[in-house]
């Protein structure tokens, strides 16, 4: 400030420096508050009603010690890719945050991280490099470390995306680390809906829950989505406690074999999808049900597409270490 305010004298005539001298130095008077900070500021426009602040996401460092009474490991993970299908496209870039928790879903600290790009085979299509910022200059020459991101992957207890049916396909096509390991959604298996929340999408949950951050670059989309899921609102379990309740808990998919055509509407109207066997899938409507509500489902099936109280629906029990293959 000195320096500006010598700058700012130099400007004036002399009579005006004359005039300072006789007045003394400046004193700010005893009653006057001292300068509000960043916080203060955004505190008091967030308190007038007519303000929403976003604060500035910031990552949490990784600890240099690993605290014994967080003796679990997950690791949030994401991916970029050129495009959507597992089959034919490739990842250009994996980002995975290592983090501790214990057995009820606290969350402990960070223990790793990595980011790591990778040149594909093809070059990137344009609309994959507006959405994220990834040009083939960028990935040219480039590898991702196998050893580095092993080092995280294999001892994980539990692996996450948001949206886990996209990612954990293209990263087990992509390397066999990743084969036999538990993955949670934080897409499907939480209820963002409960907690007040009107969108899944990442960047929307991150700009609800008051924050912002540079989006669509996989370390930092890991980041992001560690801070939301350990965001705790009053009394309740955090949304990371919730997702890792239900990862343990088995989903089954229910198939509705050989129903009538005639039937196919009444299906779709409560939540059946479609599969055309291509996908590993039986040829044939479909739906993801808890244990508790398999019960209802079965009779549903029986007696309103069936209408046979002995049709015995093909079924298939998924944990996490099934759930999201395809």
Not at 1 to 7: A, L, T
Not at 59 to 86: K, Y
Not at 232 to 239: A, H, K, L, R, V
Not at 278 to 301: N, P, T
Request: net charge negative; aromatic share 8%; glycine share 8%.
């Amino acid at each position: 400030m000195s320096v500006q305010r010598d700058s700012q004298l130099d400007m004036f005539a002399k009579p005006s420096l004359t005039v300072a001298k006789a007045r003394g130095p400046s004193r700010r008077p005893s009653s006057q508050p001292a300068a509000n900070s960043d916080e203060d500021m955004a505190r008091t426009l967030e308190q007038s009603g007519n303000y929403r602040i976003l604060r500035k996401l910031t990552a949490r460092p990784i600890a240099s010690v690993r605290r014994p009474e967080f003796s679990r490991l997950g690791v949030i993970l994401d991916t970029e890719t050129t495009g959507l299908n597992h089959r034919s496209d490739e990842i250009i870039e994996i980002g995975a945050v290592a983090f501790t928790f214990d057995d009820d879903g606290a969350l402990g600290d960070i223990v790793g991280i990595y980011g790591g790009l990778q040149q594909p085979s093809r070059s990137i299509p344009p609309e994959i490099t507006r959405l994220t910022g990834i040009t083939d200059a960028m990935v040219e020459g480039q590898v991702i470390d196998m050893r580095s991101l092993s080092a995280l992957i294999e001892p994980a207890d539990l692996i996450i995306a948001h949206n886990a049916g996209f990612d954990r396909p293209f990263c087990e096509a992509f390397s066999k680390i990743f084969a036999g390991k538990a993955w949670a959604c934080s897409v499907s298996e939480i209820d963002w809906s409960a907690r007040g929340f009107e969108g899944t999408k990442l960047g929307y949950l991150v700009g609800q829950a008051g924050y912002f951050h540079d989006g669509h670059r996989a370390v930092d989309d890991c980041h992001a989505l560690l801070e939301i899921l350990d965001r705790q609102q009053g009394d309740g379990e955090s949304p990371f406690a919730e997702l890792y309740r239900a990862s343990q808990c088995c989903r089954i998919h229910l198939f509705a074999e050989h129903s009538p055509f005639e039937m196919k509407d009444h299906l779709k109207a409560r939540g059946y999808r479609w599969s055309d066997g291509s996908d590993g899938r039986l040829k044939s409507w479909w739906i993801e049900v808890g244990e508790d509500d398999l019960g209802d489902e079965l009779s549903y099936l029986r007696s309103e597409i069936y209408r046979w109280k002995e049709a015995e629906p093909p079924i298939v029990r998924l944990t996490a270490f099934d759930r999201f293959k395809l």
